[in-house]
T-cell receptor, first 111, second 118 residues
Framework: KQEVTQIPAALSVPEGENLVLNCSFT??????LQWFRQDPGKGLTSLLL?????REQTSGRLNASLDKSSGRSTLYIAASQPGDSATYLC??????????FGRGTSLIVHP | GAVVSQHPSRVICKSGTSVKIECRSL??????MFWYRQFPKKSLMLMAT?????????EQGVEKDKFLINHASLTLSTLTVTSAHPEDSSFYIC??????????????FGPGTRLTVL
């Protein structure tokens, strides 16, 4: 059974810092890995999707990497802003493309 | 990008009543949709996989008679919480995958439904 772990569980940083969120998974036989953002009381917003054959994806200030062999993915956020404050979820897509979610990293960026 | 909607966004009901939540893919077809439940400060827990035209597949521990799922068309799945009780209060989120393989099998999530059972 796939297990997904996200570290740290919570993070508080001053505005402008570059930061890295980590996601690890136990079964490397994955189809894809997706990073989401969730604001309090809201649904999920997809940030980046990495196919199993890819190593990284970039969108604006966000960069996600994938290392299947070591069972790791990182989400890099450059020049963080208060508007980046949210919970970031990592989801690993397995059989039938059903994703397994980590518990998320709660990020606070203070001015 | 692809859009998934949910209705209602928030519902408050009395214990013992049934509540129906709709999940729609607005600009793509989805033979498969997924229903999740999220407890406060917890991750998403997959409840069931909704299959168009056939029975839903429920995860272990999820009561299929309690959480009725119907996937009547390629763009609509419904989750009915029957005889709701306070412990059913939660945030319910659906997701859908483009059946035609577009968007690289990316999962698109609805905005969620907050259910509160009094």
């Amino acid at each position: 059974k796939q297990e997904v772990t996200q570290i740290p569980a919570a993070l508080s940083v001053p505005e402008g810092e570059n930061l890295v969120l980590n996601c690890s998974f136990t079964d490397s036989a994955i189809y894809n890995l997706q990073w989401f953002r969730q604001d309090p009381g809201k649904g999920l917003t997809s940030l980046l999707l990495i196919q199993s054959s890819q190593r990284e994806q970039t969108s604006g200030r966000l960069n996600a990497s994938l290392d299947k062999s070591s069972g790791r993915s990182t989400l890099y956020i450059a020049a963080s802003q208060p508007g980046d404050s949210a919970t970031y979820l990592c989801a690993v897509g397995g059989g039938s493309y059903i994703p397994t979610f980590g518990r998320g990293t709660s990020l606070i960026v203070h001015p | 990008g692809a859009v998934v909607s949910q209705h209602p966004s928030r519902v408050i009901c009395k214990s013992g009543t049934s509540v129906k939540i709709e999940c729609r893919s607005l600009d793509f077809q989805a033979t498969t949709m997924f229903w999740y439940r999220q407890f406060p400060k917890k991750s998403l827990m997959l409840m069931a996989t909704s299959n168009e035209g056939s029975k839903a597949t429920y995860e272990q521990g999820v009561e299929k008679d309690k959480f009725l799922i119907n996937h009547a068309s390629l763009t609509l799945s419904t989750l009915t919480v029957t005889s709701a009780h306070p412990e059913d209060s939660s945030f319910y989120i659906c997701s859908a995958r483009d059946s035609l393989g577009g968007n690289n099998n990316e999962q698109f999530f609805g905005p969620g439904t907050r259910l509160t059972v009094l």
